[in-house]
């Protein structure tokens, strides 16, 4: 039996990310600097902004700021929108370490005076100034804040503070503002990117849903001249059928895959959860794609130890996912190869893995192809239909269980898939 998998091994490489429901405070006034009042309630009729943003990406922005000023205390905070507050999301560590998330609402003490009115400010002296409101414990006495702005509204804050008096210049604060300016560029570019991806599911689910019942007619008329109820058919007449019938499997797919991609992605995907006995389904997934492993003139061997726990889990969803897994191997594996599919007990939960000897993926897209619409350029792709959505969903699935999927590969050496499932964890109950 292989060693536990990989998915208990291997810590996630994937970036850690600030996700905050943001949105701009009011458009700024040409003239006239904003009411409190309005700002109080300017987010109240905004659509939020959910905006997942590298966290690498706002410490980045915050730790050159501080090289540039040489100042030991400089943050970010954005406009959260639920709270109506303005939140720290980066920060230069402080000697505690740790990222203190200081909140203020707009208008309140100097960063929410400078969201409020968009104007950056230089205060020499914090204790003459009877705007400052003291959070915390930093020993401030000087500060300088520049607005993030985009589009004519405040996104948040930057700021950067000293212990001394009179620590900043004018030229210092005009550099605090560039560097809010390239924090406002990243996040409204953040916030674009999604929307337009938002958009394309939005397309993509009405799309698919909109030719799902006329492929199903197609499909059933199909059927029907082939079975030979409407007539005969000549040979030429039923080998271009069933070529028509393939396609139109290979769109059905398709657009059944795009579906469930939506409904993923919109937190809908419904699990009907029962305890199932992996090693079944992994059986039923072998017979039914034994056919189409012979024709790849590729081997296809299971290796289950007997006696695995039930597991609760949607077993549909389950073999879907092992279908893909074992679908993919027989499509990456040139003939002659070989396909092992093992599994067994571990961490309170039971892991499936499908070994094959094919292609291989390069490490640095290990990761990516569990991303929508991804595919490995290895020339083994096309002509075998697929759009890349396979993994995408099956992430979805396993995660969806509170599982956990991954792969290892070496190029030219072949590529193992595992997932691991726990025996019980079924937060979604199909209702
Ligand atoms: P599809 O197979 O429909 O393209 P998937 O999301 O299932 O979509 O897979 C994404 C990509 O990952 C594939 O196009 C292929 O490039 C790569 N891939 C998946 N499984 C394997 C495998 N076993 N061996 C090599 N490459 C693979």
Redesign the pocket.
Known sequence: MPPPPSVHARPSTAPRVRKIITGPLPKLPAEQPAAVGAVAVAGADRRGWEIVIPEVVLNKIVRNAGRALQVERCSLALFDLTAGELVTVAALPTPAGGLRRSRFRPGEGIAGEVARTGQPLLIDDVERDRRFKRLGRDPIRSLICAPLIDGGHVLGTMTATSPQPAAFNPSQLELLTIFADQAALAIAQAHRAEEVDRLKSAFLSTVSHELRTPLSSIRGFIEIILSGRTGPLTPVQRDFLESVQASTKQLHRLVE?IMQLSLAEAGQLRLACLPADIGELTRNVARQLRPQAETAGVTLELALPGGLPLIECDAARIEQVLA??V???I???PPAGQITITAGEADGGVWVS?R?T????PEA?QQK??D???????G??RG???????????KYLVEGHGGRID?T?RVGH??T?TIWLPRRFCPVRSD
Do not use: M, P
């Open positions: 895959d893909n897994l679908g993919n191997a499509k990456f594996t499908v094959d094919g292609a291989g993926i897209e192809i569990f929508r619409l991804y595919q490995v350029q290895h083994l792709n075998y239909g697929g759009a890349g959505l396979g993994l995408t969903i099956a792969v590969s072949g590529s898939f």
